[in-house]
């Protein structure tokens, strides 16, 4: 098993040298999922993705911006310094400069983070906003903070342009490249989930967030039973549909709810929130979890 780093999150966070917008060292961060940095670590040899990869980041040194800027709203000290505060605070934890977020008019509860290393930013959508609490909030966009601290942005950046490609008139050329994306892409999403559970330091808050995305109907998400909604993965997990998600960005949620159920047994995690006692390592955390994701094998 491969090293997954040190347990003492803070000293780590601590020891740090430089805080910039991207993760100083492209991840090997305590937290992080290990096969989420092994996946990406094959893309250095695949063609197909290196391509995809410097063209997205071209496009949205010249395109990109700009288009945001025209149609969302920039989040800042003197606008919603409220959001802006709960982003500060993320960053603050995983040890990065505090992110550029963007408000986007759109009725689709997500968050994403896009751009380039040097230049990220988090865009959150209104029903988000509308639909969650602070501290779910906190939990949404330090997961968005995750994907800037293991520097996942390019890769992202590349997803969202390939699909727009795939969707109008590249679909074939660009299939190789969306593939070994999405792959990576839901191994990306665990690390990710810690990291918004490392902010938000409560699992009751991060699993609430998992069910309000599920339903987005404010009058079930009082009487949503975790317990029976965690069931549906054992019920569908021989069924042929299930290969669906090979094509998926996200792991399907269940599995995300276990998987984070996981990583808060860990000796990282309880330490982090001042709870003594033994734990997980972060390799048995990572086999468990393995096993909990996977789509074969």
Request: hydrophobic content about 40%.
């Amino acid at each position: 098993m491969a090293q997954v780093g040190t347990l003492d999150f803070k000293g780590f966070i601590e020891n740090r040298k430089e805080q910039r917008a991207g993760g100083v060292d492209g991840g090997g961060h305590a937290y992080a999922y290990v096969s989420d940095r092994t996946t990406r670590a094959a893309f250095d040899k695949m063609k197909p993705v290196e391509l995809a990869v410097a063209a997205s980041v071209r496009f949205f040194k010249a395109v990109g911006k700009s288009d945001l800027l025209g149609h969302a709203v920039k989040v800042g000290t003197n606008q919603f310094p409220r959001v802006h505060g709960i982003a500060a605070e993320c960053a603050q934890t995983l040890g990065i400069a505090t992110p550029t977020v963007y408000i986007l008019n759109n009725p689709q509860m997500n968050a994403a983070t896009y751009g380039t290393n040097d230049d990220s930013f988090i865009m959150v959508h209104s029903a988000l906003v509308d639909h969650f609490s602070d501290e779910e909030l906190r939990n949404v966009i330090g997961h968005e903070c995750g994907h800037i601290h293991n520097s996942h942005v390019v890769y992202l950046t590349a997803m969202h342009y390939l699909k727009v490609m795939a969707s109008r008139w590249l679909g074939p050329l660009v299939e190789p490249a969306m593939i070994a994306l999405s792959s990576w892409s839901r191994r990306a999403e665990v690390t990710c989930d810690r990291a918004g559970l490392l902010c938000c330091k409560s699992l009751d808050v991060s699993q609430r967030t998992f069910a309000k995305l599920a339903l987005g109907s404010a009058k079930l998400y009082a009487e949503l039973n975790m317990e029976a909604f965690l069931a549906q993965y054992e019920e569908g997990r021989e069924g042929v549909g299930r290969y669906r998600e090979l094509l998926a960005s996200h792991p399907y949620l269940p599995k995300r709810v276990m998987a984070l159920r996981t990583f808060a047994e860990s000796e990282l995690y309880k330490k982090h929130i001042g709870h003594d006692g033994p734990g997980l390592s972060m390799e048995e955390v990572d086999e468990k979890v393995h096993d909990i994701i996977k789509v074969v094998g």
